[in-house]
C-alpha cells in the first residue's frame, strides 16, 4: 500500500480501529464529538479512504471496515519516517528520539529485550 494516511484520515481510522466496524452515520457522530467534524466533512473523509484502499463500504448502512491493521499502518509510517528524514538509519532515528528523553530502567530493560529477541 503506497497511500499516505493524512491526519484527518487517521482520526477516522483510529476510530475505526478502536470500535471496529462502524456504519458511516456512527463515525460521523463520534468524529462530531470527539473531533467537532460536521457529517459531510467525515463522509468525505470516509469516501477518500474508501477510494485509498483502507477502508472498505458495505451495504447496509454504510458499514466501514479497516482493511489495514494499526500496527501495519504505524510501520508503514515509522518506515517513511525513517527514509524520509533519517536517511534509512535506525541508529539516528534512536538517537534522534532518545537524546532528550528519561528513560526509567524498566524501558531500557525492555528496549534491550526488543532489540535482543530481533
Given at each position: 500500500?503506497?497511500?499516505?494516511?493524512?491526519?484527518?484520515?487517521?482520526?477516522?481510522?483510529?476510530?475505526?480501529w478502536?470500535?471496529?466496524?462502524?456504519?458511516?452515520?456512527?463515525?460521523?457522530?463520534?468524529?462530531?464529538?470527539?473531533?467537532?467534524?460536521?457529517k459531510?466533512?467525515?463522509?468525505t473523509v470516509?469516501?477518500?479512504?474508501?477510494?485509498?484502499?483502507?477502508?472498505?463500504?458495505?451495504?447496509?448502512?454504510?458499514?466501514?471496515?479497516a482493511?489495514?491493521?494499526?500496527?501495519?499502518?504505524?510501520?508503514k509510517?515509522?518506515?517513511?519516517?525513517?527514509?524520509?528524514?533519517?536517511?534509512?538509519?535506525?541508529?539516528?532515528?534512536?538517537?534522534a528520539l532518545?537524546?532528550?528523553?528519561?528513560?526509567?530502567?524498566?524501558?531500557?530493560?525492555?528496549?534491550r529485550?526488543?532489540?535482543?529477541?530481533r
Amino acid at each position: 500500500m503506497k497511500e499516505k494516511l493524512f491526519d484527518s484520515e487517521a482520526k477516522v481510522m483510529e476510530i475505526i480501529w478502536e470500535k471496529g466496524p462502524l456504519s458511516a452515520k456512527e463515525i460521523s457522530l463520534i468524529a462530531a464529538d470527539s473531533i467537532g467534524w460536521n457529517k459531510n466533512t467525515t463522509y468525505t473523509v470516509i469516501k477518500k479512504l474508501e477510494a485509498k484502499g483502507f477502508i472498505r463500504r458495505d451495504d447496509p448502512g454504510f458499514l466501514c471496515t479497516a482493511l489495514i491493521s494499526q500496527s501495519e499502518m504505524q510501520k508503514k509510517e515509522a518506515t517513511t519516517l525513517l527514509n524520509k528524514v533519517f536517511g534509512g538509519s535506525r541508529k539516528a532515528l534512536f538517537s534522534a528520539l532518545l537524546e532528550d528523553e528519561q528513560l526509567t530502567e524498566k524501558e531500557i530493560d525492555e528496549l534491550r529485550k526488543l532489540i535482543e529477541n530481533r
